[in-house]
């Protein structure tokens, strides 16, 4: 069974900080996206990164998968209130079909 | 584009009765997944369609759940009977290539009480 664990779990901070939330898993992902769900709705897909080390932003977010394509990490920079939810990450497995395997999430609030 | 429909968005019923979540997808897409979220756990799958073939349904949690996809549009996913276990959000979600990110619906809250 592939696990993906997503750290913190809850994040609190002030309007301006930056921030790292982590996805770690001991198995290989052939793809791994992130997703951002708000109260009463689904998972918005973020971004998808699909090579070893691949570095992609959107504005002030930055997503890296790692070498090894077992982890990767959300960096916003300069955080906003806006920027409040929930951040989903989940890996599609190398011989799992297309299923996806989810982490927990981290409920990031950003205070004015 | 409209994006995927699931209906009711929310749910009561009790133990032991009948419940028929739908779930509209994009139109023209041919892979449909439904995931689900319990209290407290992380998003779940539950199985993939291809238009109308069950591609996987390895995440299907016992035979009180049934889903179907007549047609290769919408889906129905009933729980009968339903179990207070079975209590949590359904996701339904498309795509119209394998792999690349999916576009999920606004789920359905399903309590059993």
């Known amino acids: 069974t592939q696990l993906l664990e997503q750290s913190p779990q809850f994040l609190s901070i002030q309007e301006g900080e930056n921030l790292t939330v982590y996805c770690n898993s001991s198995?290989?992902?052939?793809?791994l996206q992130w997703y951002r769900q708000e109260p009463g709705e689904g998972p918005v897909l973020l971004v998808t990164v699909v090579t070893g080390g691949e570095v992609k932003k959107l504005k002030r977010l930055t997503f890296q998968f790692g070498d090894a394509r077992k982890d990767s990490s959300l960096h916003i920079t300069a955080a906003q209130p806006g920027d409040t939810g929930l951040y989903l990450c989940?890996?599609?497995?190398?011989?799992?079909?297309?299923?996806?395997?989810f982490g927990e999430g981290t409920q990031l609030t950003v205070n004015p | 584009e409209a994006g995927v429909t699931q209906f009711p968005s929310h749910s009561v019923i009790e133990k032991g009765q009948t419940v028929t979540l739908r779930c509209d997808p994009i139109s023209g897409h041919d892979n449909l997944y439904w995931y689900r979220r319990v209290m407290g756990k992380e998003i779940k799958f539950l199985l993939h369609?291809?238009?109308?073939?069950?591609?996987?349904e390895s995440g299907m949690p016992n035979n009180r759940f049934l889903a179907e996809r007549t047609g290769g549009t919408y889906s129905t996913l009933k729980v009968q009977p339903a179990e207070l276990e079975d209590s949590g959000v359904y996701f339904c979600a498309s795509s119209h290539v394998r792999g690349v990110g999916y576009t999920f619906g606004s789920g359905t809250r399903l309590t059993v009480v």
């Open positions: 369609f291809v238009k109308e073939s069950k591609q996987d």
């Open positions: 198995s290989v992902f052939s793809s």
């Open positions: 989940a890996g599609e497995g190398e011989t799992s079909g297309s299923r996806l395997t």
